[in-house]
């Protein structure tokens, strides 16, 4: 079992930067792939990024890629996203996630653990 607790975000202004942290519990926590998330009010939660277990593997969806960057500690247990050249677009609640299949993917319904959420507010 796997909890996740994200902190850090905030409000920023266009073109600023920040940086939301994920720390879990759990003693396999290096194994899993984990991935961010946002969901922005009346929208569909989606992809922001994903690394695998090592940090070898990175991927992002396309509007943040140059952007943003994941990176993980699994000596720390954390998962941190840096957010950089903030647009207003970027407002959302952002989750991490966990899965326990090695496999890293895109896809909400294949994530097992989710964190409560972080609120990340743009302002232009």
């Known amino acids: 079992q796997v909890q996740l607790v994200e902190s850090g975000g905030g409000l920023a202004q266009a073109g600023g930067s920040l940086r939301v942290s994920c720390e879990a519990s759990?003693?396999?926590?290096?194994?899993?792939?984990m991935g961010w998330f946002r969901q922005a009010p009346g929208k569909a939660r989606e992809f922001v990024a994903g690394?695998?277990?090592?940090?070898?593997?990175?991927d992002y969806t396309d509007s943040v890629k140059g952007r943003f960057t994941v990176s993980r500690d699994n000596a720390k247990k954390t998962v941190d996203l840096q957010m950089n050249i903030l647009k207003p677009e970027d407002t959302a609640v952002y989750y991490c996630?966990?899965?326990?299949?090695?496999?890293?993917?895109?896809?909400?319904?294949?994530?097992?653990?989710w964190g409560q959420g972080t609120q990340v507010t743009v302002s232009s």
């Open positions: 690394i695998n277990w090592s940090g070898s593997y990175t």
């Open positions: 996630a966990g899965r326990s299949d090695p496999r890293p993917t895109r896809r909400t319904y294949e994530y097992d653990y």
């Open positions: 759990g003693r396999t926590f290096s194994a899993y792939p």
